[in-house]
């Protein structure tokens, strides 16, 4: 039995008049990081509500460590720890009375389950008599982990753990993940960086509630299946413009200084860079890439509208 079995969950809001998600269906293994990847509303936090027994589903069925979760949400508030997207820890409390009061709440202490939160503890613990509002955004993502992980949980729910966090903080909060993998905790992490898939065993993309692809992150770029060039030239706004209007071009993207861009398979490089020429752009730049993550969404995303 998976760790984590959802069969298509469907939740609405404003008597059915937004609709948050569309029949999800998936299932997380028992030690695994699985990772959710789509922009802001696309269904994430609903979905983690769901699974951790805030909010009920319309319809569809869920379980979580082999528990349904709705006859059996009190024993899944016992076994899984959640960190919402919003830091939702007491401000006015110091980081040391955060982390007793989560322990207290699950009949634990900071002492019996330390081991499991030292290494992330350790380096907020030098300033465990703050008040947790006085934190950096990365001191404040360590100690609601540290407060999510006290109890020692089975399954790890965290909603965008890295929003509005520095590189740094980001780099150390996934080696973090890393590590509680290894003492078998199963890790359902939802975000949407794309870049930060390939840290994840498998991935679902989620796109207007729904599940475009579920798959390892290297397997989702294999089958990425068209032509992908990146594309530049002196005039980067109008080429964008000129890319889209050629017939060929079936999609074409800023990705940081060049353009991404798709085509049917018609035009060579050459013919698209003598297309491009006759448009008046200069010092045009045409390379073959490989596909990354963000490519294949913004493919799939495509192909399901």
Same mark, same amino acid.
């Given at each position: 039995m998976a760790a984590v079995e959802v069969h298509d969950i469907v939740k609405s809001y404003r008597k059915g008049a937004v609709q948050a998600l569309h029949g999800v269906s998936f299932e997380a293994g028992h030690g695994e990081i699985f990772g959710i990847i789509g922009p802001d509303g696309a269904g994430k936090t609903s979905l983690f509500r769901i699974l951790t027994t805030l909010i009920l589903p319309d319809s569809g069925t869920a379980s979580v460590d082999g528990l349904d979760i709705v006859r059996d949400y009190k024993a899944i508030r016992n076994c899984v720890g959640y960190m919402p997207g919003r830091f939702s820890l007491y401000q006015d409390m110091t980081v040391e009375e955060n982390l007793t009061f989560f322990a207290t709440v699950f009949g634990t202490t900071i002492r019996e389950n330390y081991h499991l939160i030292k290494d992330i503890y350790s380096q907020i613990e030098p300033f465990k008599d703050r008040k947790a509002g006085a934190l950096s955004g990365g001191m404040k993502q360590k100690l609601a982990l540290s407060c999510a992980l006290i109890h020692k949980p089975s399954v790890l729910f965290l909603d965008e753990p890295t929003t509005g966090v520095d590189p740094v903080s980001r780099k150390e909060l996934w080696e973090m993940l890393r590590q509680l993998k290894q003492q078998?905790? %199963?890790?359902? /992490? +939802? $975000? @949407?960086?794309?870049?930060?898939a390939s840290l994840c065993d498998r991935i679902a993309l989620i796109l207007d509630g729904r599940f475009i692809g579920i798959d390892t992150p290297q397997h989702i770029a294999d089958n990425f299946g068209e032509p992908l060039w990146a594309v530049g030239s002196d005039n980067m706004s109008k080429?964008?413009?000129?890319?889209? =209007?050629? @017939?060929? /071009? %079936? +999609? =074409?993207? $800023?990705?940081? =200084?060049?353009?991404h861009v798709t085509t049917d398979g018609k035009p060579t490089e050459q013919e698209l860079r003598d297309y491009l020429s006759g448009l008046g752009h200069h010092d045009v730049e045409i390379e073959t890439i490989r596909a990354g993550i963000e490519d294949c969404y913004m493919k799939l995303a495509r192909e399901h509208r």
């Amino acid at each position: 039995m998976a760790a984590v079995e959802v069969h298509d969950i469907v939740k609405s809001y404003r008597k059915g008049a937004v609709q948050a998600l569309h029949g999800v269906s998936f299932e997380a293994g028992h030690g695994e990081i699985f990772g959710i990847i789509g922009p802001d509303g696309a269904g994430k936090t609903s979905l983690f509500r769901i699974l951790t027994t805030l909010i009920l589903p319309d319809s569809g069925t869920a379980s979580v460590d082999g528990l349904d979760i709705v006859r059996d949400y009190k024993a899944i508030r016992n076994c899984v720890g959640y960190m919402p997207g919003r830091f939702s820890l007491y401000q006015d409390m110091t980081v040391e009375e955060n982390l007793t009061f989560f322990a207290t709440v699950f009949g634990t202490t900071i002492r019996e389950n330390y081991h499991l939160i030292k290494d992330i503890y350790s380096q907020i613990e030098p300033f465990k008599d703050r008040k947790a509002g006085a934190l950096s955004g990365g001191m404040k993502q360590k100690l609601a982990l540290s407060c999510a992980l006290i109890h020692k949980p089975s399954v790890l729910f965290l909603d965008e753990p890295t929003t509005g966090v520095d590189p740094v903080s980001r780099k150390e909060l996934w080696e973090m993940l890393r590590q509680l993998k290894q003492q078998g905790i %199963t890790i359902l /992490v +939802s $975000t @949407p960086y794309m870049d930060e898939a390939s840290l994840c065993d498998r991935i679902a993309l989620i796109l207007d509630g729904r599940f475009i692809g579920i798959d390892t992150p290297q397997h989702i770029a294999d089958n990425f299946g068209e032509p992908l060039w990146a594309v530049g030239s002196d005039n980067m706004s109008k080429l964008l413009r000129d890319l889209r =209007a050629n @017939p060929h /071009v %079936t +999609s =074409a993207f $800023t990705f940081g =200084a060049r353009h991404h861009v798709t085509t049917d398979g018609k035009p060579t490089e050459q013919e698209l860079r003598d297309y491009l020429s006759g448009l008046g752009h200069h010092d045009v730049e045409i390379e073959t890439i490989r596909a990354g993550i963000e490519d294949c969404y913004m493919k799939l995303a495509r192909e399901h509208r």
